[in-house]
């Protein structure tokens, strides 16, 4: 039997248009939460997957007004303020955590804050620490290092222990020229009446993700598995493959209208070599939310 949790899912900015589910031998195939593949006789190799067209809206979910901080979360989100494996806590994260939202009484400011000073203070590292394995929130804080999966688990740890609801998603994401597509992690936060709203740190979106972020699935723990196996044999192992994941754009909409008014004026009109230049930047929402 296997149960593969990772495949595409519907929310408001993203909608499947096709999915076409296979299985080689064929195999008793069961949709749910997870897609459950189930075989009855021995053969020598199993194969299963699927292939979807996605439909992904370039939206921002709108908060046009302020949500008190601290808020406290109805029942059915403690399990999003609760640690885990590997988003777990300590008091270093704590007093860190503290520090940046000390005397701030809106939301949206502290998800901010958090995830500005994490994008800051935590270096994007490819390293083989960090590659081949997930580590914790808490080693994270400690070395200053970690790929998308650990600087996501820091983001999330620290709204926990300020009791905001905070959950890892994984997917797909586009990197730009010369690196393609590849697999990702983001976070999403709970917004009280407005739902979970995406938030990816190590691309610096906050409150927002391009439309090249395809959700495959949402977790509790970075560590939860994507796929799992079972059998029933005797003298019978299973070894099982990697899973493969190939994304690629069908196409494209249009264009959309600018979000925000950006404009530069130099503070000097004369300049001289060594010297620097002071430059006044304004930006000005032209939206009417965060």
């Known amino acids: 039997k296997v149960i593969l949790k990772l495949f595409p899912t519907e929310d408001n900015r993203q909608k499947i248009t096709a999915i076409h589910v296979t ?11 997870a897609y459950e593949f189930l075989w009855k006789s021995l053969y020598p190799k199993y194969e299963y997957g699927l292939n ?3 439909n992904i809206k370039n939206q921002i979910t709108q908060v046009k007004s302020k949500i008190k901080f601290p808020n406290n979360p109805e029942a059915e989100f403690e399990e999003y303020i609760a640690a885990t494996e590997f988003i777990d806590f300590n008091d ?4 860190q955590v503290n520090k940046i939202v000390e005397n701030e009484d809106d939301y949206y400011r502290v998800v901010f804050k958090v995830a500005d000073w994490v994008q800051d203070n935590i270096k994007y590292d490819l390293n083989s620490i960090t590659a081949k394995a997930v580590q914790k929130s808490s080693w994270v804080l400690d070395h200053r290092e970690g790929v998308c999966d650990e600087i996501t688990n820091l983001f999330i ?4 222990m300020v009791g905001i609801p905070a959950r890892f998603v994984t997917g ?3 990197a730009g020229d010369g690196v393609g597509w590849g697999t990702h992690g983001w976070a999403e936060v709970y917004f009280p009446n407005k739902g979970w709203i995406p938030w990816d740190v190590t691309f610096g979106q906050h409150g927002w993700i391009d439309p090249t972020h395809l959700k495959l699935s949402d977790s509790i723990d ?12 005797y003298n019978v192992n299973i070894q099982p493959e990697e899973l493969s994941l190939a994304t ?4 494209t909409g249009e264009k959309f209208s600018n979000l925000v008014k950006l404009s530069l004026k130099s503070q000097n009109k004369k300049i001289g070599f060594g010297s ?3 430059i006044e930047v304004v930006i000005e929402n032209l939206q009417d939310f965060y």
């Not at 299985?23 to 939460?33: L, M, Q, R, V, Y």
């Not at 740890?157 to 926990?160: D, E, I, P, V």
């Open 23 to 33: 299985s080689n031998p064929e195999a008793d195939i069961n949709p749910g939460k």
């Open 248 to 251: 690629r754009l069908e196409k």
């Open 222 to 233: 970075s560590g939860e598995s994507s796929v799992e196996y079972s059998w029933r044999s």
């Open 276 to 278: 620097y230049l002071p």
């Open 92 to 95: 270093e994260i704590k007093d």
């Open 157 to 160: 740890s620290m709204l926990r």
């Open 52 to 54: 979807a067209e996605i």
């Open 172 to 174: 797909a994401v586009y």
